[in-house]
């Protein structure tokens, strides 16, 4: 399995959960129909807005879908964090 760091995790102004990689692209992971996708231009992984899933069960989603598509997404000291909470931080930390 190929791994990757994640340069920046945030909450985007659509109130979207986005994971940004370092270096891999999954441009075709649409087609996995998990509400995971793939924005070309910002090149980051996103969910939709939360409706029945917190932030916290989406993040652990989207790199639970990434790790299907034989990537290891990987929190290093160096991460960004943009629009998220102390509280999600360190939930998403552990």
């Known amino acids: 399995m190929e791994s990757d760091k994640i340069t920046e995790i945030g909450i985007d102004i659509a109130e979207r959960l986005y ?33 029945d899933w917190t932030y916290l069960r989406w993040y652990k989603h989207i790199i639970s879908v990434a790790e299907d ?10 991460t960004k964090w943009k629009n998220i909470s102390e509280e999600l931080k360190n939930e998403i930390s552990k």
Do not use: Q
Not at 28 to 50: M, Q
Not at 69 to 78: D, G, Q, R
């Open 19 to 51: 994971i940004k990689p370092e270096n891999v692209k999954f441009t075709v992971i649409y087609r996995t129909a998990t509400e995971v996708h793939w924005d070309n231009e910002g090149l980051f992984l996103y969910s939709p807005k939360p409706k």
């Open 69 to 78: 598509c034989n990537c290891k997404l990987i929190i290093t000291e160096h």
